[in-house]
């Protein structure tokens, strides 16, 4: 078999010397030698590669290199040359031959030196090269022998066979005719033929090779002349893919395979595949058979070539193409001296004698490697087809691959529209044959097409309408099709509607991940016809629709994986197990694979979404759990010693990785492996040396570690000797550990500030919420309901790990499949899925009388409070106060590990902590932050300030573009007051030289191109800080001028102090930090003139947090008259004064103007008035809950305040 490789690379070369064998120790060099002294060198082992493949797996050192300093390559040809030899290497799979390697870099070469012929053809004076013009040209038009294009043939899967003929000459009969499949060569049977007297190869009837006429259309190499089966643009079209021949001067068929032979298995060519940043434009330019007199298309279609020209597109997609038209596009020297492809349709070539029009389909420097020309509608008989569609298939890497489809569906004009769209449409969707597809061209239906939308509806999930990710509809609906601004489209339609035609529908990629750069019409402009009476037309009645967008394919390599690492207090004594430092716990911390190798990550935002958010949300359904190692082990044909959990902790692995394994399937080569969890110790060399270390291998006695997090290592992917890192910690449970410190240092400082929960409070909080899981289980079980289950999970402080005030949590009902019968609980939910209203109000009672019920003697109330989401408020009689959200998911059928639909709180937290790469690193910088946010009065989103949330997007801000690479686990386990410094530094930094006023702060890159200022989601709030989860709600929306600005006022006071005092040493960070702590901003700033008091009053307390409640929910609107209505600065107080009855509590508000001028200011006192109004409004008011307010100079206030018996705050 090795033989037969060899000589097969030997048959694509100029001569067999090329390819030599010399013996270098225990491998044999290959040395290939190519044309101008570069050469392809590996190394293999002829012993063990007797009955192998020559492949890349089976050789090493594979290395494209010089063979000699007389190498006529100029210093640019050399690099290009060498950046596709390491695309191709690195991008290739595993199984790709060598020859197919040598074959692809033969072509390049030529490509290279071919493109810089032509460039110094068309320069003025062509510079100097070091290849001369006749080598050169020897080189570019080298004709390849007959049996180099057998060997093609033989070995391209894209090529069927049973379409080719080969041509050979007799020497007494002349020219005969074979099939490819019955052709024998003569070494290979007594009537076989010699290579030399091949003379032509055919493919579907067209001459693709021809050594009389040296015609070589398979390999690109055409050096054609005085050939009769050229094609020439005016003459000869047919239905098929065109390309232009520089050297002829003529347009000429390329052999093409249909979409349904193509064999996706077969790797695609650079050729054949779409670039990584790709620019697509897709065009109704308007077919002239009505209203011809009014439209002036032969002044619109150079208009539409012209514009072509200028943005010329990788992917042009044009509809309604008549040949006109065509006869036009193929003199346009720019499409010509751009290597475009054109997919011509027969329906656009037969145009004039059908009165028909079709679409095309033009690629810039790649070709389709199969396409298929197929009925739109599929119900039409074959003689009644009308319209047709393109279906091309490309590659995104030589492994995946993206079908484009050109469309035109059927319009408002022709008999039972409505339906046959939608019959195409669901067609498509449903049974194109590959998961990576783009469905382009004009739809012919706009955003208020009901069934149109409701059918994609249906599968929005899959198929993303790219404008609607991008872009609010209600705000920039995106009209290709405007008669009220089109000319054109004004004369051709009957309705004046404007609609969204135009298109771009991409199915959700599978390994692949893309980002949208630009998107946008374009055409928009009109052109004189008349400038005596300046008259205008538009150049089509559709706008085209550019797009480009970036793709980038997703790698598994082994250079990713996802493990679980041991304490770090372990790892001496396992490390003591080695021979020195071990080869492997160089490169290598000590640890367990759960899916190795793994997705290589680059932090994309697509990597969040696709693979680190659902490994984050499945990992929440899992709690952490203890291992322990108590013996050694070896795998003796691998020679390796390794570390073995015991039965019990090597189960619950084995229970981890089969749920990993579900969810990123691609990460496993062999699903029927059984997977060992073991810490790899040693590999020796021999099994002499594994039997001598086996007896020293002892362990005195188990240890114990807990697994709380799964973490991604990953090294450089062109780096086997730099080690791994981590590049992410994934938590399991719900609920992240409490924040706890290791470095002593850090610990004394966060004890200092009292900035950990105490243990009294995390625990009630987490006995409430354990017992509440308990009490709706008793609800929500599989004996009480087959259709339904139940979620209940904390969200907000409680499951990040960090102090908060309350406990959050959300209660998520999922209606899911069942095929056993309906429960009396499944009967009543069913009827009420159509009154949404009433199913969560039914829900509510249920929740409401079984936790009264369980919480008997535990509680001081449990009410029903009605906001965004229903939400029930407890309060326990040791102080402990939860919330619990309702959130209903009917017609889903899924639970919330796959849940698509966000829960309440839950994804945004979860996105958080994964974009913050490490948790535990951002509790510490959360919890900082919040009180120094707290101690300058800026915390509290009800107040007008910055939430909960909002703080924390801008700490992950922080962790994800600041924090160092995490080199080991001793980097989270060891966080300093250092590094805590470091991350605050930065905070103060970023923020307080970040222009609020103008720009969105997102951790979604792509929001900040797309959004523009007149997005509802930026005008809503002065600060713009964006949830990183759909529909990427500002989550400082409550923020005002005012709050803006004491906000950005506070972080440049902190930047200003940092610059002045000395930070060199450990002990300076730790008092710097603590200095940031210790400086409070009080409640009013200097500039406040006159503070309104509220006094709010009830009989009991609990009533009163229940009367405070009410007239927050009031607040923000009031404040915002205040400064919008009446033109007023506001300070709000974030905190309410308590007296000492507890049955009264104060709120004050500070504004900028003196007493005397706010009570005479008439627009505020309206406003004032409104906000009592509303708050006297309560629906829930009891006679006893009262609200009274008083204005008072700043010094009157100030005395009041000194009188005021003590009291205390509450936020």
């Known amino acids: 078999m090795l033989t037969e490789r060899l000589n097969l690379i030997r048959s694509i070369l100029r001569s067999e010397e090329l390819l030599q064998i010399q013996s270098s120790g225990d491998y044999d060099q290959v040395r290939i030698k190519l044309d101008h002294d570069i050469q392809i060198t590996f190394f293999f082992d002829s012993l063990s590669m007797f009955n192998k493949p020559l492949i890349i797996e089976t050789v090493h050192d594979l290395q494209l290199t010089k063979s000699s300093s007389k190498c006529l390559l100029t210093n640019e040809q050399w690099i290009k040359i060498r950046q596709y030899f390491d695309e191709l290497i690195q991008q290739s799979d595993k199984t790709a031959s060598i020859q197919s390697i040598v074959q692809s870099i033969q072509d390049h070469l030529l490509q290279i030196l071919a493109s810089n012929k032509t460039t110094k053809q068309k320069g003025k004076k062509p510079p100097k090269t070091t290849i001369s013009d006749k080598d050169s040209s020897s080189t570019t038009n080298r004709f390849r022998g007959g049996e180099l294009i057998y060997n093609r043939i033989l070995h391209d899967k894209t090529i069927d066979r049973s379409k080719v003929i080969i041509g050979y000459e007799d020497r007494f009969t002349g020219i005969h005719e074979i099939a490819f499949n019955e052709f024998k060569k003569v070494h290979d049977h007594e009537y076989g033929v010699p290579m030399h007297r091949l003379r032509h190869f055919k493919i579907n009837g067209q001459v693709v090779w021809d050594r009389t006429n040296k015609i070589d259309i398979l390999t690109g190499n055409k050096n054609i002349t005085n050939s009769h089966n050229l094609i020439k643009d005016d003459l000869h079209l047919a239905q098929g893919l065109f390309y232009f021949d520089q050297s002829t001067q003529q347009w000429i068929q390329y052999p093409h395979v249909p979409i349904t032979s193509d064999d996706q298995k077969n790797p695609s060519t650079i050729e054949t595949c779409l670039p990584s940043r790709c620019h697509f434009v897709t065009w109704n330019i308007l077919v002239d058979y009505h209203h011809s007199q009014l439209i002036y298309t032969s002044q619109r279609y150079q208009s539409i070539l012209d514009n072509l020209k200028s943005l010329l597109p990788d992917v042009i997609c044009l509809q309604e193409v008549t040949k006109p038209f065509i006869n036009l596009l193929l003199n346009q020297i720019w499409l010509q001296e751009n290597h475009y492809y054109i997919v011509f349709m027969e329906k656009a070539l037969d145009s004039e004698q059908t009165k028909s029009y079709g679409q095309l389909l033009l690629t810039k420097n790649f070709r389709p490697r199969s396409f298929s020309i197929c009925p739109l509608d599929t119900t039409e008989k074959a003689a009644d087809v009308t319209k047709q569609i393109i279906i091309a298939r490309f590659g995104l890497n030589p492994k995946i691959t993206i079908d484009l489809v050109n469309l035109h569906l059927n319009s408002n004009g022709s008999r039972n529209a409505e339906r046959r769209r939608c019959q195409t449409l669901e067609h498509l969707l449903q049974n194109l044959k590959t998961n990576n597809f783009m469905l382009i061209g004009d739809f012919n239906f706009g955003d208020f097409d009901l069934k149109e939308n409701d059918l994609l509806g249906k599968y929005q999930e899959e198929v993303h309408d790219l404008w609607k990710q991008i872009y609010n509809i209600d705000e920039n609906p995106g009209y290709t099709f405007d008669p009220s601004r089109n000319i054109c489209a004004r004369i051709m339609s009957d309705s004046q509607i404007n609609r969204r035609f135009d298109r771009y529908l991409l199915h959700k990629l599978d390994n692949v991940y893309y980002s949208i750069e630009n998107l946008q019409l374009v055409g928009t402009e009109t052109i004189p016809i008349d400038e005596s009476n300046e008259k205008q037309i538009n ?281 056993e019968d309906e429960t009396e609980l499944d009967k009543t939910l069913i009827q009420m899925q159509h009154d949404k209203s009433s199913l969560n109000n039914h829900i509510l009672n249920l929740l409401e009388t079984q936790i009264k019920a369980n919480f008997e003697n535990e509680i001081v109330y449990c009410r029903k409070v009605q906001a965004l989401f229903s939400i029930i408020s407890i309060l326990f009689t040791d102080q402990t106060k939860v919330e619990v959200s309702l959130q209903i998911k009917l017609n889903e059928k899924q639970s919330l590990e796959s849940s698509k639909e966000p829960t309440l709180g839950v994804h945004e937290i979860e996105h958080l902590l994964i974009h913050a790469r490490s948790p535990p690193i951002f509790q510490h910088l959360l919890t900082f932050i919040r009180k120094w946010a707290e101690n300058f009065g800026i915390y509290g989103q009800v107040y007008g300030y910055l939430g909960g949330y909002s703080w924390a997007i801008l700490c992950a801000h922080i962790c994800h573009s600041f924090l160092t690479p995490i080199k080991s686990l001793y980097t989270i386990e060891q966080f300093s007051v250092d590094q805590l410094f470091s991350l605050v530094q930065s905070f103060f930094s970023t923020y307080s030289k970040f222009n609020w006023s103008t720009e969105a702060l997102t951790l979604v890159p792509r929001l900040s191109k797309s959004m523009n200022n007149s997005s509802s989601i930026l005008q809503r709030g002065s600060m713009r800080i964006l949830s990183p989860t759909p529909p990427h709600n500002n989550s400082a929306r409550a923020t005002m001028a005012s709050n803006r600005d004491l906000i950005v006022e506070s972080f440049q006071r902190i930047e200003n102090l940092l610059e002045t005092i000395n930070t060199i040493s450990s002990e300076d960070k730790f008092n710097a930090l603590k200095r940031i702590l210790e400086l409070k901003v009080n409640f009013p700033i200097e500039k406040i003139q006159t503070i309104i008091e509220c006094t709010l009053s009830t009989d009991n307390p609990n009533e009163l947090d229940e009367w405070i409640g009410w007239m927050k929910s009031r607040l923000a609107y009031f404040m915002n008259d205040c400064e919008t209505k009446c033109n007023l600065f506001v300070q709000r107080n974030n905190s309410i004064e308590y007296q000492s009855s507890k049955n009264e509590g104060v709120y004050s508000i500070g504004f900028e103007i003196d007493e005397e001028r706010l009570k005479t200011h008439r627009s505020f006192s309206h406003c004032l008035s409104r906000f009592l109004d509303q708050c006297n409004s309560y629906s829930n008011r009891k006679e006893s809950m009262k609200i009274s307010h008083k204005l008072l100079s700043i010094h009157d206030w100030k005395l009041e305040q000194m009188l005021r018996k003590p009291q205390r705050l509450k936020n």
């Not at 240092?745 to 500030?753: A, C, D, N, P, V």
Request: hydrophobic share 35%; proline share 6%; charged share 20%.
């Open 539 to 819: 150049l089509s009645d559709h706008y085209a629709l550019q797009l480009i967008i970036d793709f980038q394919t997703r790698i598994i390599n082994h250079r990713s994986a996802l493990v679980i690492l041991p304490s770090t207090n372990h790892w001496p004594m396992i490390k003591s197990f080695c021979d020195g430092d071990g080869p492997s716990f160089v490169q290598w911390p000590p640890h367990f694979n759960l899916l190795w190798p793994f997705y290589y990550l680059n932090h994309s935002l697509d990597d969040q979404l696709d693979i680190l958010l659902p490994l984050r949300i499945l990992l929440s359904q899992i709690s952490s759990f203890q291992i322990q190692v108590d013996d050694f082990d070896t795998f003796v044909e691998n020679h390796v010693s390794f570390l073995k959990p015991n039965e019990k902790s090597t189960q619950l692995m084995k229970e981890l990785f089969e749920k990993t394994k579900r969810l990123l399937p691609a990460c496993v080569k062999n699903p029927q492996n059984e997977y060992n969890p073991h810490l790899t110790i040693e590999q020796y060399e021999n099994a002499e040396q594994l039997k001598q270390a086996r007896s020293s291998l002892v362990l005195d006695k188990p240890f114990d570690f807990p697994v709380e997090y799964v973490y991604i290592l990953q090294r450089c992917l062109k780096d086997d000797v730099q080690p791994f890192h981590i590049l992410y910690q994934i938590p399991l449970g719900p609920v992240l550990p409490k924040l706890n410190s290791i470095d002593s240092k850090l610990k004394e400082f966060f004890q200092t500030m009292n900035l950990y929960e105490n243990d009294e409070s995390y625990n009630q909080k987490h006995d409430k919420f354990t017992k509440l899981s308990s009490c709706f289980q008793q609800i929500f079980n599989q004996q009480n309901s087959h259709h339904f289950r139940h979620s209940f999970v904390p969200y907000g402080s409680f499951r990040i790990g960090i102090n908060g005030q309350d406990l959050d949590t959300v209660f998520v009902l999922n209606e899911v499949k069942s095929n």
